[in-house]
């Protein structure tokens, strides 16, 4: 339950106190600042809790959006203000401090405020200055045509009242829904009425984690279908997966529309992202190998692809998301990138081209439902790595003409996201010193050398040979050395999207060379659970929790480690054992991952970390 202050005296016909309980809010009358900080003090600790000047006029959404948005500690419109637990005691001060001020003002002599005066005059808008006053940071939403006001008088009330019963908020609040950056497909084929669905779940009480539950499940029926290997079940496939889509869309519409935001939504949204997709490559292969066409190395080869098209996109983001304003977009390719954004038509272009989920799954959708599997994973992988190619080279050249500087948060978001297990970390102690003397470029260039030279390795010698396993421990040492220093070059953050490929690019050769039924299904499963892993690290990341224990990493060896194994499998085993030995392995590392990942989500959910919701690019 929350509690709402109400200060001054209503207006008569006021409809504030409705539109507060219809929020949730249970209200409490205060007619002076000595009675409202009696009343802040007697609600539950535990309880978020507003103060709303009686005289309020304005939009319930315009109230909604000030007073019940979970993402943050303290918030504030015109005519109110609120706090959650963990940011009571700064409203308290901030209301004790303008209760001794008012009452020495009194004593002085001075008059006291009208009981109609509006603006700044009101205890929640001075409550709010006091906040400023003391650097708290008071999170203001963005209301565009939405009314909040406190009019100074009869006829300022009329107009404001006029002001809200010409602007529909509802339509706002259904606009404002959808987010704002989207690719072409979302925003024309599947927002214009996705929106409507979030509604309509909204007022059935269903919540976006039901919703995104939802659509986990229709995936992964479309991906049984898919593996029925039929043309029936080819197009019952792309059916539904358009239809989870549709779902994706609307979990995070419904938690828009209604401020339903948690960290366990935003981890869950984006995890099932992933397990969606990466379960319906799955379903493709099986059904292609139902109808004879081994297609495991490309569903595979897709996923590495699109896994490290996400790597780079995080760890170019963590590289400079503390990059000062001054520096942060200077380079000539971002002012380039500017000037084309302000042409309608090349925005649009440009989100498509880097191949977005809505678009990527629609392209998946209909090549299954009319195609054959592997024509669909042909296009993937060339739609993917034209994607890749085409914003990973815009990245590197604003990082060769950036002037900013990388923080020591970001280096260490570069080092947890590189993932080095206790082999590279102990060596990266020894080139600790010699490292510093080295160019800034040395970090990229060995992870790129070394991760060539164990792939290359693996895909040029015969499977069982020694050398992928001597090129492997000249990996680690590559490794080490890439992470013997801080991650604060220019090019650093292309460090763990390098040893993604290598780790990921071995198995996949590897698992190719055995030559061995069912070696690259469990390849398949191996990569799926480590990079599992990785994207939970990222998760985290993004929500501020740092990175996985110390403990997790070490436990299923860091990228270096599980690579040298594999090679070392590889050297050691047959090739029917090895197909046993990924499978083994692929559980073992799944099982790990998943069980302290789930046990961190739920724990922080239930100990009430601080909501997110991800308005990221569309991945």
Same mark, same amino acid.
């Given at each position: 339950m929350s509690t709402a202050i109400l200060t001054g005296q209503l207006v008569p016909g006021s409809s504030i106190e409705s539109e507060l309980r219809s929020l949730g809010f249970g209200v409490e009358h205060a007619p002076d600042a000595a009675d409202a900080e009696t009343l802040l003090a007697r609600v539950p600790a535990g309880e978020r809790v507003a103060v709303v000047d009686a005289r309020f006029v304005g939009h319930v959404h315009a109230l909604r959006l000030g007073l019940t948005d979970p993402r943050f500690p303290l918030a504030a419109i015109p005519g109110a203000v609120t706090a959650q637990p963990e940011a009571r005691q700064t409203l308290t001060r901030a209301m004790a401090r303008e209760h001794s001020a008012s009452g020495a003002t009194a004593h002085a002599g001075a008059a006291p405020a009208k009981p109609d005066a509006?603006?700044? $005059?009101?205890?929640?808008?001075?409550?709010?200055?006091?906040?400023?006053?003391?650097?708290?940071?008071?999170?203001?939403? @963005?209301?565009?045509?939405?009314?909040?006001?406190?009019?100074?008088?009869?006829?300022?009330?009329? @107009?404001?009242?006029?002001?809200?019963?010409?602007?529909?908020? @509802?339509?706002?609040?259904?606009?404002?829904?959808?987010?704002?950056? =989207?690719?072409?497909?979302?925003?024309?084929?599947?927002?214009?009425y996705s929106r409507y669905i979030a509604r309509w779940c909204a007022r059935r009480g269903l919540t976006p984690n039901q919703v995104t539950t939802a659509s986990l499940i229709t995936a992964l029926i479309a991906a049984g279908c898919a593996a029925t290997g039929t043309r029936g079940g080819f197009v019952a496939a792309g059916v539904l997966l358009i239809a989870s889509f549709v779902l994706d869309c609307t979990d995070g519409q419904l938690a828009r529309y209604s401020l339903q935001y948690s960290t366990l939504g935003a981890w869950l949204d984006a995890t099932f992202d992933r397990a969606k997709e990466y379960a319906y490559y799955a379903g493709l292969a099986l059904g292609a190998a139902r109808g004879g066409d081994d297609v495991w190395a490309l569903a595979l080869g897709a996923m590495v692809l699109q896994t490290c098209r996400h790597v780079v996109d995080f760890s170019f983001n963590e590289a400079n998301v503390d990059s000062t304003a001054a520096t942060a977009n200077t380079s000539p390719t971002a002012a380039l990138s500017d000037r084309l954004d302000s042409v309608g038509w090349t925005v649009w272009v440009r989100r498509m081209i880097v191949l977005p989920i809505g678009e990527r799954w629609a392209m998946i959708a209909v090549l299954t439902a009319v195609a054959t599997p592997r024509i669909t994973f042909y296009a993937l992988l060339i739609g993917c790595a034209f994607a890749a190619t085409y914003t990973t080279a815009g990245r590197v050249l604003r990082s060769l003409t950036r002037k900013a500087s990388r923080t020591d948060r970001a280096a260490t978001a570069l080092a947890d996201l590189a993932d080095s297990g206790?082999?590279?970390?102990?060596?990266?102690?020894?080139?600790?010193?010699?490292?510093?003397?080295?160019?800034?470029?040395?970090?990229?260039?060995?992870?790129?050398?070394?991760?060539?030279?164990?792939?290359?390795?693996?895909?040029?010698?015969?499977?069982?040979?020694? &050398?992928?396993?001597?090129?492997?421990?000249?990996?680690?040492?590559?490794?080490?050395?890439?992470?013997?220093?801080?991650?604060?070059?220019?090019?650093? &953050?292309?460090?763990?999207?390098?040893?993604?490929?290598?780790e990921y690019g071995t198995v996949l050769v590897l698992a190719a060379?055995?030559?061995?039924n069912g070696a690259l299904p469990a390849a398949f499963g191996l990569v799926a659970a480590v990079a599992y892993h990785h994207y939970d690290t990222v998760y985290r990341i993004r929500g501020g929790a740092g990175a996985p224990p110390q403990w997790l990493v070490r436990t299923i060896g860091g990228h270096e480690g599980r690579t040298l194994l594999i090679t070392v499998l590889a050297v050691l085993l047959t090739a029917t054992q090895f197909k046993v030995a990924l499978t083994v392995l692929a559980v073992a590392v799944a099982l790990v991952v998943l069980? @302290?990942?789930?046990?961190? &989500?739920?724990?922080?959910?239930?100990?009430?970390?601080?909501?997110?919701? =991800? $308005?990221? $690019?569309?991945?």
């Amino acid at each position: 339950m929350s509690t709402a202050i109400l200060t001054g005296q209503l207006v008569p016909g006021s409809s504030i106190e409705s539109e507060l309980r219809s929020l949730g809010f249970g209200v409490e009358h205060a007619p002076d600042a000595a009675d409202a900080e009696t009343l802040l003090a007697r609600v539950p600790a535990g309880e978020r809790v507003a103060v709303v000047d009686a005289r309020f006029v304005g939009h319930v959404h315009a109230l909604r959006l000030g007073l019940t948005d979970p993402r943050f500690p303290l918030a504030a419109i015109p005519g109110a203000v609120t706090a959650q637990p963990e940011a009571r005691q700064t409203l308290t001060r901030a209301m004790a401090r303008e209760h001794s001020a008012s009452g020495a003002t009194a004593h002085a002599g001075a008059a006291p405020a009208k009981p109609d005066a509006g603006g700044p $005059e009101g205890l929640a808008d001075r409550i709010t200055a006091a906040l400023d006053a003391d650097g708290a940071d008071v999170h203001r939403p @963005e209301l565009g045509s939405l009314v909040a006001a406190v009019p100074a008088g009869p006829q300022a009330r009329n @107009e404001a009242r006029q002001a809200v019963s010409v602007v529909d908020d @509802e339509a706002v609040r259904l606009k404002s829904a959808v987010k704002a950056r =989207d690719g072409f497909v979302t925003t024309f084929f599947i927002s214009p009425y996705s929106r409507y669905i979030a509604r309509w779940c909204a007022r059935r009480g269903l919540t976006p984690n039901q919703v995104t539950t939802a659509s986990l499940i229709t995936a992964l029926i479309a991906a049984g279908c898919a593996a029925t290997g039929t043309r029936g079940g080819f197009v019952a496939a792309g059916v539904l997966l358009i239809a989870s889509f549709v779902l994706d869309c609307t979990d995070g519409q419904l938690a828009r529309y209604s401020l339903q935001y948690s960290t366990l939504g935003a981890w869950l949204d984006a995890t099932f992202d992933r397990a969606k997709e990466y379960a319906y490559y799955a379903g493709l292969a099986l059904g292609a190998a139902r109808g004879g066409d081994d297609v495991w190395a490309l569903a595979l080869g897709a996923m590495v692809l699109q896994t490290c098209r996400h790597v780079v996109d995080f760890s170019f983001n963590e590289a400079n998301v503390d990059s000062t304003a001054a520096t942060a977009n200077t380079s000539p390719t971002a002012a380039l990138s500017d000037r084309l954004d302000s042409v309608g038509w090349t925005v649009w272009v440009r989100r498509m081209i880097v191949l977005p989920i809505g678009e990527r799954w629609a392209m998946i959708a209909v090549l299954t439902a009319v195609a054959t599997p592997r024509i669909t994973f042909y296009a993937l992988l060339i739609g993917c790595a034209f994607a890749a190619t085409y914003t990973t080279a815009g990245r590197v050249l604003r990082s060769l003409t950036r002037k900013a500087s990388r923080t020591d948060r970001a280096a260490t978001a570069l080092a947890d996201l590189a993932d080095s297990g206790p082999l590279a970390g102990t060596v990266a102690k020894g080139f600790a010193k010699p490292a510093r003397r080295l160019p800034g470029f040395t970090a990229p260039a060995v992870a790129l050398l070394g991760g060539l030279a164990v792939v290359a390795t693996a895909a040029l010698t015969d499977f069982g040979g020694p &050398w992928p396993a001597v090129a492997a421990l000249v990996y680690v040492l590559t490794s080490a050395l890439a992470v013997a220093r801080p991650l604060k070059g220019a090019f650093d &953050w292309l460090v763990p999207p390098f040893f993604r490929a290598a780790e990921y690019g071995t198995v996949l050769v590897l698992a190719a060379n055995a030559d061995v039924n069912g070696a690259l299904p469990a390849a398949f499963g191996l990569v799926a659970a480590v990079a599992y892993h990785h994207y939970d690290t990222v998760y985290r990341i993004r929500g501020g929790a740092g990175a996985p224990p110390q403990w997790l990493v070490r436990t299923i060896g860091g990228h270096e480690g599980r690579t040298l194994l594999i090679t070392v499998l590889a050297v050691l085993l047959t090739a029917t054992q090895f197909k046993v030995a990924l499978t083994v392995l692929a559980v073992a590392v799944a099982l790990v991952v998943l069980v @302290e990942s789930i046990r961190f &989500w739920v724990a922080a959910h239930r100990g009430g970390a601080p909501a997110v919701h =991800d $308005e990221g $690019e569309p991945a």
